[in-house]
Nanobody, 119 residues
Framework: QVHLVESGGGLVQAGGSLRLSCAAS????????MGWYRQAPRKQRERVAR???????VYDDSVKGRFTISGDVAKGTVYLQMDSLIPEDTAVYYC?????????????WGKGTLVTVSS
């Protein structure tokens, strides 16, 4: 089992920046990829960005050029630097971890951290 804990959410004005952090504990040896999803009010959860153990990354088109994912999957850490935030980025952000590659659904989820972007 893998346990994920996020931190770094909060309230920011449009155009500002936030950095999310996530740390995994437990059976991290099984993890091959980590990343972030988000869920806005009345919307489905969507993938934001993911990174694998080889350092390969994938981003949703809506955040390309504004968000940067980094971390060390082998150590169970992942970060999301969010710049040029817009109100549409307002959502609960969930850290995830998976036993497979970037395009597979994650196996583990954090409890989420709220990001609110004011206009």
């Amino acid at each position: 089992q893998v346990h994920l804990v996020e931190s770094g959410g909060g309230l920011v004005q449009a155009g500002g920046s936030l950095r999310l952090s996530c740390a995994a504990s437990g059976s991290i040896f099984s993890i091959r990829s980590m990343g972030w999803y988000r869920q806005a009010p009345r919307k489905q959860r969507e993938r934001v960005a993911r990174i694998d153990s080889g350092g390969n990354t994938v981003y949703d088109d809506s955040v390309k050029g504004r968000f940067t994912i980094s971390g060390d999957v082998a150590k169970g850490t992942v970060y999301l630097q969010m710049d040029s935030l817009i109100p549409e980025d307002t959502a609960v952000y969930y850290c995830d971890a998976g036993n497979y590659g970037l395009d597979y659904l994650p196996d583990y989820w954090g409890k989420g951290t709220l990001v609110t972007v004011s206009s």
